[in-house]
T-cell receptor, first 115, second 111 residues
Framework: AQTVTQSQPEMSVQEAETVTLSCTYD???????LFWYKQPPSRQMILVIR??????QNATENRFSVNFQKAAKSFSLKISDSQLGDTAMYFC????????????FGTGTRLTIIP | NAGVTQTPKFQVLKTGQSMTLQCAQD?????MYWYRQDPGMGLRLIYY???????DKGEVPNGYNVSRLNKREFSLRLESAAPSQTSVYFC??????????FGPGTRLTVL
């Protein structure tokens, strides 16, 4: 069974600073997908970024980027120039391969951006 | 384009009561899912449906039933609610194995 571990239950950072959220996973699969989802106080789940395991290049979406270390099974999220609207729960998630339906989530990191 | 919609947004039940949570999507996705979210545990998959007419158990299916009514709609039923089912419930949809789009959630309290 796949597992996803987020070891930082809570983090806080000053506005405009950079913050990195950690995620590790365990799988025996070679091809898989990784996601970071954001859940603001509104409770809506919003996809932040995705990474396909067969791609060596780290995914980037504006201020959000990942550090994907396949051998170490690590998938961290870096938020640059943090903004107050980045305050949210962040969940790392994993799908073992394309066509598999079972998305496994980590327990989340509560990120607070301090004005 | 409403995306994924869920009804109701809030519900309070007494132990032993039954109810159905409704979910609909307008993105023509084949796959639909039901999750529950509990504090400190992230989201856990209850049931999913890879296509119209099929359903499969997820990680925590006990106490729940589902119906994939058609391609758009996927309902979750609690036949005899228990306090342990107090949670926030999310419906999601996707094309097979790809990004999942989530509804706004239903906060359910069982007294």
């Amino acid at each position: 069974a796949q597992t996803v571990t987020q070891s930082q239950p809570e983090m806080s950072v000053q506005e405009a600073e950079t913050v990195t959220l950690s995620c590790t996973y365990d799988t025996s699969e070679n091809n898989y997908y990784l996601f970071w989802y954001k859940q603001p106080p509104s409770r809506q789940m919003i996809l932040v970024i995705r990474q396909e395991a067969y791609k060596q290049q780290n995914a980037t979406e504006n201020r959000f980027s990942v550090n994907f270390q396949k051998a170490a099974k690590s998938f961290s999220l870096k938020i640059s120039d943090s903004q107050l609207g980045d305050t949210a729960m962040y969940f790392c998630a994993f799908i073992p391969n394309f066509g598999n339906e079972k998305l496994t989530f980590g327990t989340g990191t509560r990120l607070t951006i301090i004005p | 384009n409403a995306g994924v919609t869920q009804t109701p947004k809030f519900q309070v039940l007494k132990t032993g009561q039954s109810m159905t949570l409704q979910c609909a999507q307008d993105m023509n996705h084949n796959s639909m899912y039901w999750y529950r979210q509990d504090p400190g545990m992230g989201l856990r998959l209850i049931y999913y449906s890879a296509s119209e007419g099929t359903t499969d158990k997820g990680e925590v299916p006990n106490g729940y039933n589902v119906s994939r009514l058609n391609k758009r709609e996927f309902s979750l039923r609690l036949e005899s609610a228990a306090p342990s089912q107090t949670s926030v419930y999310f419906c999601a949809s996707s094309e097979q194995g790809d990004e999942q789009f989530f509804g706004p959630g239903t906060r359910l309290t069982v007294l």
